[in-house]
């Protein structure tokens, strides 16, 4: 029994949708209950999600990380994560799950990209710079 308010979950992994320089495979909207867990699981794409209000932990590979209102968390393919949503706060998000169609992208967005698939964790502020105005 998942503790949800609200789930939109919009699915486009098989055919995703193209925009310029990404291609969309998942967006969604997830209004949480309180001690909500979302089951830890590989990503298969880039993923940003966006705290709309409450708090959580987000957990990466086994790290955990505490969110709240108005954070940003950007994860990468290949990454287990989970979710649990706070007990007296649950957590609302809104996710965006992506590629990048590397044709559209410029040699020097290129040169990050290969950067940010080598250099393991160290690179998220490097993902962070294919969208300035979300993280200003």
Do not use: W
């Given at each position: 029994?998942?503790?949800?308010?609200?789930?939109?979950?919009?699915?486009?992994?098989?055919?995703?949708?193209?925009?310029?320089?990404?291609?969309?495979?998942?967006?969604?909207?997830?209004?949480?209950?309180?001690?909500?867990?979302?089951?830890?699981?590989?990503?298969?794409?880039?993923?940003?999600?966006?705290?709309?209000?409450?708090?959580?932990?987000?957990?990466?590979?086994?790290?955990?990380?505490?969110?709240?209102?108005?954070?940003?968390?950007?994860?990468?393919?290949?990454?287990?994560?989970?979710?649990?949503?706070?007990?007296?706060?649950?957590?609302?998000?809104?996710?965006?799950?992506?590629?990048f169609n590397e044709p559209y992208l410029s040699k020097y967005e290129?040169?990050?990209?290969?950067?940010?698939?080598?250099?393991?964790?160290?690179?998220?502020?490097?993902?962070?710079?294919?969208?300035?105005?979300?993280?200003q």
């Amino acid at each position: 029994f998942r503790k949800v308010k609200f789930h939109f979950d919009n699915v486009h992994f098989k055919v995703p949708l193209e925009f310029g320089p990404y291609f969309l495979a998942q967006a969604g909207d997830l209004a949480t209950e309180a001690d909500y867990l979302c089951e830890p699981h590989i990503q298969s794409v880039y993923e940003i999600s966006y705290v709309v209000s409450g708090e959580g932990v987000f957990t990466v590979d086994g790290n955990p990380y505490p969110l709240r209102k108005d954070m940003l968390f950007i994860n990468r393919p290949g990454e287990e994560h989970s979710i649990l949503s706070n007990k007296s706060n649950p957590i609302r998000y809104f996710y965006l799950g992506f590629t990048f169609n590397e044709p559209y992208l410029s040699k020097y967005e290129y040169k990050t990209l290969k950067d940010l698939r080598q250099t393991g964790r160290h690179g998220r502020k490097q993902l962070a710079g294919f969208f300035p105005q979300a993280v200003q």
